[in-house]
């Protein structure tokens, strides 16, 4: 079946021109994904700049996932209203006048909305991409087409703190999304001139009630774990409430999709055993993944002293080592199945979490190198595969809501996943205070937080061998789609 689907137009599959829509697709990721981690490096330079607290400057980070966790889960239906075409021209119309108003920002406010209008646009983009990518590409290719997203993924993140770094240091933060936008553009172009409608319009009823469930739910969800981390503390009133009311919200959305004919999302898709499995995977994969590029960023500048491009150059190498990886992952993901990739990624990935901490001072940068590559290309070998094998056992109706669910998730967890690092890390540098006898000796600090990073890494190792036990239920699925 899947070589002879209609798009929207009356394209055959085979009349589809696959590679100039790809490239649309990822030059327009690539330039999300990196505006998304290039402006974190800039923050304490914003704090100065704009006389902002840490926590003020954090809601620019926040702000951005807040705007992807309430808008991803309605990208589902919107998938099914829209054309490819719509779809993409909005997306990008969103993120260029995001990125050209926050290049343009005078104060904090005007950036934080350019920030939101940006996060509109790349909450449309991603499921966009993985739905068009499972619709053009048969399943028996699917792997390698996904390892291109993940190099997308994977690669931006990495060079985002090199390049705004550099940026930082010979010009200004303003240049970050100066540097984007003519590739945007570009992008643009080519999805103006390239981008063909390759799925079908059904125009499902659209159920108010369900979507303020959903944004309440995982807006909520997101803004309280985000706002643990960052600095109200798990007892905050603010926190307990948000994540209280956002998983009443949820539980309320899941029973209401459950007993419509037409959801808003699916959720049916998880009664596919291998689709549950590939979504619980990318979950704790996301949580290890942000969690440590939080903590690493931070032990480099806070503990060892480097400046903001010199950490992004520390760790560049595993991110491009990881973008590398995972095409090569794609490939021997269509050659051999999920299970010969997933299960020695997470044991790669536990060991070098357990060696992760012990990090000290005294930890050489080539250690700090060698060990964030090998985690690199542990994830490179999880991330993937978990998410094109669950896919591939959708039926194609609910591929929108597939994407949907996995999108969204990644957000929440990766929220959950930095979140709970913090606060553990905060807990390992009380914890070392408490125990020394004069807490306001400025040589207690450095030995309170390197104490601090090490129970972060421990908390991402737990994760990881929690991932390792369910991986072992993992099986190759055997694509044989009805509609």
């Not at 929207?8 to 009349?15: D, E, F, M, P």
């Not at 993140?157 to 303003?174: D, K, R, V």
Request: hydrophobic share 55%; net charge positive.
């Amino acid at each position: 079946m899947e070589s002879t689907m209609q798009g929207t137009s009356g394209i055959g599959q085979k009349q589809i021109k696959a590679l100039p829509i790809l490239v649309s697709l990822l030059l327009s990721g690539f330039i999300g994904m990196f505006s998304e981690t290039a402006l974190n490096v800039a923050l304490s330079d914003l704090m100065q700049l704009l006389h902002i607290t840490p926590a003020t400057a954090q809601w620019l980070t926040t702000g951005y996932l807040l705007t992807l966790g309430i808008l991803v889960p309605v990208s589902g239906l919107l998938l099914q209203w829209f054309t490819t075409r719509q779809l993409f021209i909005t997306s990008l119309a969103f993120s260029i006048l995001g990125t050209l108003l926050a290049a343009l920002s005078p104060t904090f406010a005007f950036l934080l909305t350019a920030r939101v209008v940006q996060a509109i646009g790349t909450g449309l983009l991603l499921p966009l991409m993985f739905n068009t990518i499972l619709v053009i590409i048969p399943a028996e290719k699917r792997g390698a087409a996904m390892g291109m997203i993940g190099l997308v993924i994977m690669v931006a993140p990495a060079i985002g703190p090199t390049a705004a770094g550099l940026l930082i240091e010979n010009l200004s933060w303003h240049w970050i999304f100066w540097l984007a936008l003519p590739i945007l553009i570009i992008a643009l172009i080519c999805g103006i001139l390239f981008m063909q409608n390759v799925t079908s319009i059904t125009k499902p009823k659209i159920d108010a009630l369900s979507i303020l469930l959903s944004s309440v739910g995982f807006g909520g969800i997101v803004f309280g774990f985000s706002s643990a981390g960052e600095s109200e503390g798990w007892s905050s009133p603010k926190v307990i409430i948000s994540i209280i009311v956002g998983a009443v919200a949820l539980i309320l959305f899941g029973i209401r999709q459950m007993k419509m004919k037409q959801p808003m999302i699916n959720l049916r898709a998880f009664r596919f055993p291998m689709f549950s499995l590939g979504v619980l995977m990318i979950v704790l994969c996301m949580m290890v993944i942000l969690s440590s590029m939080l903590i690493l960023p931070m032990y480099l500048i806070k503990g060892q002293g480097y400046s903001a491009f010199k950490a992004g150059l520390i760790l560049l190498p595993g991110g491009v080592i990881n973008g590398i990886m995972s095409p090569i992952m794609g490939r021997l993901f269509d050659k051999y199945g999920p299970k010969w990739l997933v299960i020695p990624g997470l044991i790669i990935v536990s060991i070098t979490l357990w060696f992760f901490s012990s990090i000290s001072e005294a930890s050489t940068v080539a250690f700090v190198i060698a060990m964030h590559s090998t985690l690199m290309i542990g994830v490179s070998m999880i991330f993937m595969p978990a998410q094109t094998n669950g896919i591939n056992q959708l039926p194609r109706e609910l591929y929108p809501d597939g994407t949907a669910i996995m999108n969204t998730l990644q957000q929440v967890a990766g929220a959950i996943g930095t979140a709970l690092a913090v606060s553990i890390m905060a807990a390992g540098q009380k914890s070392y205070m408490s125990n020394v006898t004069n807490p306001e000796d400025p040589a207690h600090f450095l030995p309170a937080f390197t104490n601090g990073v090490q129970g972060a890494f421990i908390f991402g190792m737990i994760v990881a061998i929690v991932g390792l036990i369910m991986s072992f239920f993992i099986k190759r699925v055997v694509v044989s789609h009805k509609k």
